[in-house]
């Protein structure tokens, strides 16, 4: 068992109900812009809290909010089960919304950055008007019709896989056509990779199909990622 330095914590959603989340604090909290995380299908797992542990050791706050309510999978069928069963718009506009003010009142400026489902959970909070300061996706997104681009304040990133089999790459066209139509500062990049190519779980037989960890462009996207965030959200 991987060990998370980071802890739990409780925070309220827009209409009062709590969320618990996974906070990871930077050795310097002190000015620290925060981010919040949002998780793949698996769950908030330990692969996901790595994920904001990273961030942590690269001087942010990173908060992952539990949108399965403490489950958590490694199995694709209950995987695609849990992920189902999530509302998508109420996650959105209220859990990560919720994560988003309680970051704010720790951090200046706050960004959003999401894995598959959290790509589109990223893309769809910001087009409903979750106010950030910056959004990273990472191979993922809603119907487009779903993204009211028009609400997007604050640039966005994109992470996308040419070979990505569970979200196609012309979508991608037209969703990068989509926000400069609407003068959102887009800044979007294609890999010759496969879907969760950042995931490091995604390798040998145990993974699903269809997916496929590549360190070479997970480090790439990573340092877009990080020289992305280090100009939208120190200063």
Known sequence: MTTHSGSTVTFKRPDGKDVQGYLATPAHAEGAPAIVVIQEWWGLNDQIRG?????????????????????????????????????????????IAGAVTFLRQ???????????????????????????????????????????????????????????????????????????????????????AHHAFANEEAVGPGRIAATQYDAVWAAQAWDRTLTFFGRTLWG
């Not at 999978?73 to 992920?83: C, D, I, K």
């Not at 196609?168 to 010759?192: P, Q």
């Open 51 to 95: 994920v904001a542990d990273r961030l942590a050791r690269c001087g942010y706050l990173a908060l992952v909010p539990d949108l399965y309510r403490g489950k958590s999978t490694v199995e694709q069928e209950e995987a695609h089960h849990l992920m189902e069963g999530l509302n998508f718009a109420d996650a959105a506009t209220q859990d």
């Open 106 to 192: 720790r951090a200046g400026k706050v960004g959003i950055t999401g894995f598959c489902m959290g790509g589109a959970l990223t893309l769809l909070a910001m087009g409903q008007g979750v106010a950030v300061d910056a959004g990273a996706a990472w191979y993922g997104m809603p119907p487009l019709e779903y993204i009211d681009a028009g609400k997007i304040t604050a640039p966005v990133l994109g992470h996308w896989a040419t070979q990505d089999e569970f979200f196609a790459i012309d979508n991608v066209d037209k969703l990068e056509a989509k926000l400069k139509e609407a003068g959102v500062s887009t800044e979007f990049h294609r890999y010759l």
